[in-house]
Structure formats: C-alpha cells, structure tokens
C-alpha cells in the first residue's frame, strides 16, 4: 500500500480486520481483496459456491452445480438444479429470532410522521398481500407491476409477489399514463399493485388516476390492487379492484413462499439505455439473492447492525437493491416521502442525524446542487453515526467530490463508488472498505466479474489509458437476457466485442490499482484525434466555479467533422462574458481544438429519477434528431428549456470564444 500522503483516505488495520470482507478472506485463507480477486476470476466455480454458502443463501434442494457455460458466456445457467425464494431468503430466515422484533424499515413522511415496521410486521404484510394476489389468480411466473412510492408497503410488495412465485415489475412512481401502457402492455402484466396518490415537494401528486388511465389501454391487466394506508379519504374502487389495507394489524402467516427452481425470473426491470428505446432486464431468484450479497454485504460491509438510507424509487435498481440486501442481512432501511431536499435544503442529513443512519447513498449530481446552496449543508444536522457513504448515478468532479468529502464527511467517512447497472444487477466497480481513496476512485472491480478496459479490439489497456470498461466473466447478477427480445440482448452487451460484455462505460486505472469512470463510452467525444470523456470537460468547466452543473457533448461540424456543445447551469448572475470565460478555460486545459462550438445556459439539465444526466438528449436536440424515449425524466421542463436555448440564434462570443446562447435560470 501505498503512503498515506497519496490518498485522500486510507484504512486502518483494526476497519480492515473487522469488515465482512475480511472474515471471508480469512475463511478461504486469502492475504488480501486483489487475491480475492485473483482467485474469483480463475475459479469462478468455487468462488460463487464459497459466496453463496458465506451468506447462507438458502436452497430447499441443493444446487448440483454453480455454474454451466454449455451454452457460451453470453447464456450462463446458475445453481442448476436448485430451488429457492428471495422472500424465503429475506423474511424466513428471521422467524423466530430476535431479528423479528427489530426494526425492518424505518419511514418518515414529509410532514415528520414516522412508520416503523418490524420484521415481523413486514413479514405478515407480505404473506398478507401475497394471499391477496393469489386469491385474485396471480401466480408463478405473472408479472405484477408496482407502481408505489418509498413507502414501507412498497418493500411488502415486492417481496409478497416474489413470495407467490411471480415476477415483478418496478415502476417509476412518476410515470405518466403512457409510459405505464408500454411496459405493462410489453410485459403481459396482470396485475398492478398502486396507491392513490403520494406527497412530493408538499403538493399531493395522484397515482390512482394515472393508473386507471392507463388500465384502459392494457391488453392483458386484469386486477389492480389498491393500497389504503389510512392516511388518505377512502375512494370508491372500479371494477377489476381490490383494497390492500395497511391500517388494521396483519392476519397471522397461513402458508410459506413458493419454492421455484432458483433461476425462475423474479424481477422484470425495464431501462431506458442509450437508444431511447425502453429494454426489459430480467433477474432471477438467486441471481438478486447473491448479487446483492455480494455488492452490499461483501463489499459495502452492511450488516444487521447498520441503518440504511438511500432516497430513491421502487423503478430504479436501488429500490429493489436495498430491499433485498437491508431484509436478507437483517440491516434496518430508513425510508423518506418527497425529495432530499425539502422541506429542508438539508433534509437527507437531518434525517441521517434523527435516525442514527450509518449507510448513506448519494449521487454526485446531488452533492453539485448541496454547493449551491448557502450556508452550512449539516446546519442542525448531528451525522456522527455515518461511517460509509456510496455513490452511484454519475462520476464525480474532483472539487465535488473533497467537497463532500471535507464538509459531510470531515475527511474521515469513506465514499464507496458503485457504479454498473441495472442490466448487471448493480456493480462492476466498486468501493471498499480495503481500498484507500483518491477523489473519484473505484477501489477496483467488484469480486468475480472479470472487469477489464480494453481498446476497440478487446486489448487491456496500459494504466492511466481511458478505454472501455468490459466484463470477461459469467456474472451470478447479471440480466438473463432481454425480456421477449434475445438479439438485442447480443447486440447491445456481446456484439461489439466478441466474447466480452461492454457495458457502456469509459474507465481508467491509476498506478495504485484504483479505477475512474469517464462518462458513457457513446457520449465519447472524439476531437484532433484525441478520444475524451464527457466527465473530463464537464470537470474543467466546473472547476471555474462559474456554473453548478454541465453537461458535454459532441455534436458534428461541416469543418472539423465533430466540435463541442456544453450545456451550462450558472452558478450566479450570468454575466456578458460568462460563455467566453467558461469557453477559454475548456480550450486552456485540453487545447484550442477543443474549444467549444457552443455554450447554452439553461435553468437545470435533463436527468434521469437516480440523477443521470440524459446527454443523448441534448446531443439530440442540438443535432435536430428525435429525442426517443423520455418517460424516464424526474424534469422533463428542461427538454423545453434547452430547445429553446438551442434554438435562439447565437452571438458571437469576445476574444474568439464560441458562439454562446442563454437561457435565464
């Protein structure tokens, strides 16, 4: 290791030696994580029995083999001849132990009202909700829907359709009619689990109306289950619905989950990707059940001593994600109605401080929105119970990330990168709790995936060259294909490097061993010859301390064949000179050709509900190109925002800068 001074973060001997990681290294006799590592990739069918027997995952009937290649890498089959339950896994296991007793999930609305549930009351709202949809005829292998806040009945859900053997089917809680039909129509879903309405920023945001709307041009939906959670008048049911009241104590359990043979699908996630185009992932029971073993508890170290808060939604990876990992590891999983940062601009640390959170989720677009944001971000706010953080969604900028890392952190709580997706089922990279940090590193790859960067042929590239992040191995959490649609499976993951799956990502590797995301590998912006990742100049232009967020693309150029386009949110009062100043540095840094063509101002940047910046759609409308699919937007105003912006004729910039256009935020 190397000295301390090197790193913005280090571990002792005593953190190392007491993680989870290292009580696994010490069972398998392994000096260290780049020898588990070693060992994952050379033997992988020991590695993922060893993995799944540390973490007593449960099967009814052993497995007679971990991993069959017969049909090639790209089509792995797992635990064969096994059977198993992910609720088994997750609320079995706690009966009749002191876990039941203990807090499940923790909820606080936006009004301060706090829920707990116990294990056991999750368990009996399962095993409730789970009776219901049977009686409805909902059974192995239906899709269900679950269209539901962050609320505790959520996690309920989930597991409950999971329990009777079918498949679920997450679904963004800000969705509108349309983009419900698509998924519900693709997926054949029968039966849709909703509320009636959610608080969101203060004002009551229906649900109920959305998914009725929606139900009218369903082709095969036949049940929508309806959730009364007592804290809203009751509304009269339509035909084809059914209550699910949460307000009386539970029924006791009368019958235990559906054992399904352990590759049965358990989880149908759809993804926007890169195309625009919607995409089912389809996940399986053992494949969740040790994925999230893996991710959470082997490399995040959660344990049944640790409070977790990650505000996301049921329809991105994490909802599910922390749903298994917090029942499966007996963590407790604090729930929040609304956003992070309101009513207060603090909230999420207040609500760390109110309920002694340990485990934090955070993405850096978010920690890029904390700076502009005056004061004291933990005013009021006591987070001396953290002792991790993970982040995911986008990489950081260095001055994000010590900023964070300075001000919440006091430069003594580690930031885990996790960074993957959800057609991986979480990580390929990932931060430990044995690996020291640099600002924006990834301790290494995630045990077991075989992760490389590569050139365009499937080469490893030498250290501190950007190439493509690939896996060279059969993963247990990865996609078993694209649901109804195999060829686009193969093309979109093994077709442009045979034998490898390209995940989309452009990384890079330090002498140290750490690893760095560069942004997309389709959002590579390729000028003077020079191949460069959006997060680079989207850095640079961040640094000037001018603009609170950036997103770069490229765009093409009669001239010189591609040019820059940045799309800018300003710090402050946007001044005269504000483009050109911004337009200097970025030629300052990486040199005159890439001096962008164009800089436009807008009041915030399409993103994403986990907070990804959707660069193919300002690539898009700059380039008068469709915009494709945009049910995934958490503000789809700003589409509005930039065509305009983009739209308005530019003026030429002093001191040759680009051309710049302004939208007032």
Known sequence: MAETAEFAWQPTRDLIEGTTMAAFLRRHGLADQDALTAAANARPEWYWDALLRFFDIRFERPYNAVLGLSRGIEWPVWCRGGTTNISWNCLGRHQD??????????????????VRWSFARLDAETARLAELLSQQGIGVGDVVGLYLPMVPEAVATFLAVVEIGAIAMPLFSGFGARPLVDRLNDSEAKALVTCVSTRRRGKSVGMLDTARAARR??????????????????????????????????????????????ETPAMLMYTSGTTGRPKGTVHTHCGMLAKNALDMGLCCDLTARDRLLWMSDMGWIVGPKVSIACTMLGATLVM??????????NRIWRLCSRHRVSVVGIVPTAVRQMMRTEGDPLEGADVSSLRTVIS?????????WTWFFEKVGSKKVPILNYAGGTECGGAILIGTHHKPL??????????GSGADIVDSDGRSVPDGTVGELVMRNATIGASRGLWKNPARYMEDYWGRIPGVWVQGDLASRDAAGLWYLHGRSDD??????????????????????????????????????SALLCACV????????????????????????????????????????????????????????????????????????????????????????????????
């Open 97 to 114: 132990t002191p876990t039941q007793n203990r807090d499940a999930i923790v909820w606080e609305g936006e009004d301060g009202r706090v």
């Open 217 to 262: 041009e369903t082709i095969a939906l036949t049940t929508v289950v309806v959730l009364d959670r007592g804290d809203e008048p009751s509304v009269d049911l339509e035909p084809g619905e059914v209550a699910w009241s949460t307000v009386d104590a539970p029924p006791p359990r009368s019958r235990g989950p559906v054992i399904v043979p352990a």
């Open 336 to 345: 929040a109605e609304g956003t992070p940062d309101w009513p207060e601009s």
């Open 392 to 400: 995911s969604g986008e990489p950081w900028t260095p001055e994000a």
């Open 438 to 447: 640099r600002p924006c590193s990834f301790g290494g790859p995630v045990p």
């Open 524 to 561: 590579t912006i390729k000028l003077a010859g020079k191949r460069t990742g959006p997060a680079e100049i989207e850095a640079t232009l961040m640094a000037t301390g001018l603009v609170a967020d950036a997103a770069v693309v490229g765009v093409s150029d009669d001239i010189t064949g």
């Open 570 to 665: 300003p710090a402050g009062a946007e001044s005269q000179d504000l483009a050109a100043r911004l337009s200097d540095a970025v030629a300052r840094e990486f040199g005159a050709p890439f001096r962008p063509k164009r800089i436009v101002f807008v009041p915030d940047l399409p993103k994403t509900r986990n907070q990804k910046i959707m660069r193919r759609v300002i690539r898009s409308l700059a380039m008068d190109l469709p915009v494709g699919d945009l049910s995934s937007l958490s503000n789809p105003e700003t589409v509005d925002h930039l065509a305009k912006a983009l739209s308005a004729p530019a003026s030429a910039g002093p001191r040759g800068s680009a051309p710049a256009t302004t939208e007032a935020p």
